[in-house]
């Protein structure tokens, strides 16, 4: 069994990941495997997102706001996160207790790039929109 | 793939006011010089700080910064801000919009 298959079947059992979620994530890892090209593609064969999306919008009756759309390429945001990873275990620890003060609880030692995938096809489905004076949506394409 | 070209657009109300093509091959070259003649001191720094455990990490900054420049193709950023919004509603008067391909 390959360490990502491995991997998928721990957060199945630590229950960080739900049932369909998993079946997801193994369909792609064996799409993958079989391919032996980069995770990109679900299990019905259709391409993988290539862009995430970020829109913003002015709330329905504000006039005067900006509206914002930002095209970023997956690969870029792959490339992104894993600079976390290369960060020395001496500054996790110094990074770890700043974004805790800032009110973010996210800890760097547990990060881990193989993480990247099965959170990149998750985003194919993610659709946020947020409320408020403006209207905040972010999805894969 | 590398980014060639950064477009630069300004509009306004439809008419095409600025097309601004920026030719990033001329930046590419300067960097991957600076980057050439950096990498012997990236590389003797790395080796002298490899038994603190940041020597690796030098490294594979240092080379990624190759993978984050050719993961740029394709990165658009659209700003269209309304003009004086009126009764009729909201009317996008300025669009700016940056891509890199």
């Given at each position: 069994?390959?360490?990502?298959?491995?991997?998928?079947?721990?957060?199945?059992?630590?229950?960080?990941?739900?049932?369909?979620?998993?079946?997801?994530?193994?369909?792609?890892?064996?799409?993958?495997?079989?391919?032996?090209?980069?995770?990109?593609?679900?299990?019905?064969?259709?391409?993988?997102?290539?862009?995430?999306?970020?829109?913003?919008?002015?709330?329905?009756?504000?006039?005067?706001?900006?509206?914002?759309?930002?095209?970023?390429?997956?690969?870029?945001?792959?490339?992104?996160?894993?600079?976390?990873?290369?960060?020395?275990?001496?500054?996790r620890d110094k990074v770890n207790s700043e974004l805790k003060d800032k009110g973010v609880p996210f800890d760097l030692n547990h990060f881990d790039?193989?993480?990247?995938?099965?959170?990149?096809?998750?985003?194919?489905?993610?659709?946020?929109?947020?409320?408020?004076?403006?209207?905040?949506?972010?999805?894969?394409? | 793939?590398i980014p060639l070209w950064l477009w630069i657009r300004v509009e306004e109300k439809g008419r095409r006011r600025l097309v601004l093509p920026v030719?990033?091959?001329?930046?590419?070259?300067?960097?991957?010089?600076?980057?050439?003649?950096?990498?012997?001191?990236?590389?003797?720094?790395?080796?002298?700080?490899?038994?603190?455990?940041?020597?690796?990490?030098?490294?594979?900054?240092?080379?990624?910064?190759?993978?984050?420049?050719?993961?740029?193709?394709?990165?658009?950023?659209?700003?269209?801000?309304?003009?004086?919004?009126?009764?009729?509603?909201?009317?996008?008067?300025?669009?700016?919009?940056?891509?890199?391909?």
């Open positions: 069994m390959s360490e990502e298959k491995r991997k998928i079947l721990e957060m199945l059992a630590d229950k960080k990941i739900s049932v369909d979620d998993a079946e997801k994530l193994l369909a792609a890892v064996s799409d993958r495997a079989g391919e032996g090209g980069t995770a990109s593609g679900d299990a019905s064969g259709k391409p993988g997102p290539k862009y995430l999306r970020v829109l913003v919008e002015p709330a329905p009756g504000n006039k005067e706001g900006d509206r914002v759309n930002i095209r970023v390429p997956l690969n870029l945001v792959r490339a992104g996160l894993k600079f976390a990873s290369y960060i020395p275990p001496q500054v790039p193989r993480d990247i995938e099965a959170l990149l096809v998750h985003l194919n489905d993610l659709t946020v929109e947020v409320e408020g004076k403006e209207k905040v949506r972010v999805f894969c394409e | 793939m030719p990033l091959i001329l930046v590419w070259l300067l960097l991957a010089a600076f980057l050439l003649l950096l990498m012997p001191l990236v590389l003797l720094a790395g080796l002298l700080l490899w038994f603190w455990g940041w020597g690796k990490a030098l490294l594979q900054i240092y080379f990624h910064i190759f993978v984050m420049i050719g993961s740029l193709s394709g990165l658009k950023i659209d700003v269209s801000s309304p003009v004086k919004a009126g009764r009729g509603g909201r009317e996008d008067g300025k669009l700016t919009r940056i891509i890199l391909q």
